[in-house]
């Protein structure tokens, strides 16, 4: 069984930082696709960032120029770096697998991201 395992989450002022991480129980190279969502109370879940294997990484058009997704094979981590936060990017991060072959998507426990104005 896959799990993620997300950290880095906390409470940051507005402008500031954090960098999130999600542990795979596995290697990631397994995945087709990895990627970060966020979801906020009341709305639904939203995705941030994404790599599709292959691809160059793709981001929420609020995100862009802001935040970056990267990927540690050797370690199978995979980051969120958040800057120039905003009180609007409050929310729970979640991370995110896909295996297209199996057609599952595997979910990690969420972090909570909140950013004070």
């Known amino acids: 069984q896959v799990q993620l395992v997300e950290s880095g989450g906390g409470l940051v002022q507005a402008g500031g930082s954090l960098r999130l991480s999600c542990a795979a129980s596995?290697?990631?190279?397994?995945?087709?696709?990895m990627g970060w969502y966020r979801q906020a109370p009341g709305r639904q879940r939203e995705s941030v960032a994404n790599?599709?294997?292959?691809?160059?990484?793709t981001y929420a058009d609020s995100v862009k120029g802001r935040f970056t997704i990267s990927m540690d094979y050797a370690k199978n981590l995979v980051y969120l770096q958040m800057n120039g936060l905003k009180p609007e990017d409050t929310a729970v991060y979640y991370c995110?697998?896909?295996?297209?072959?199996?057609?599952?998507?595997?979910w990690g426990q969420g972090t909570q991201v909140t950013v004070s104005s």
């Open positions: 995110n697998a896909a295996k297209t072959t199996t057609n599952t998507n595997y």
């Open positions: 596995g290697s990631i190279l397994s995945f087709n696709a």
């Open positions: 790599v599709n294997r292959g691809f160059a990484p």
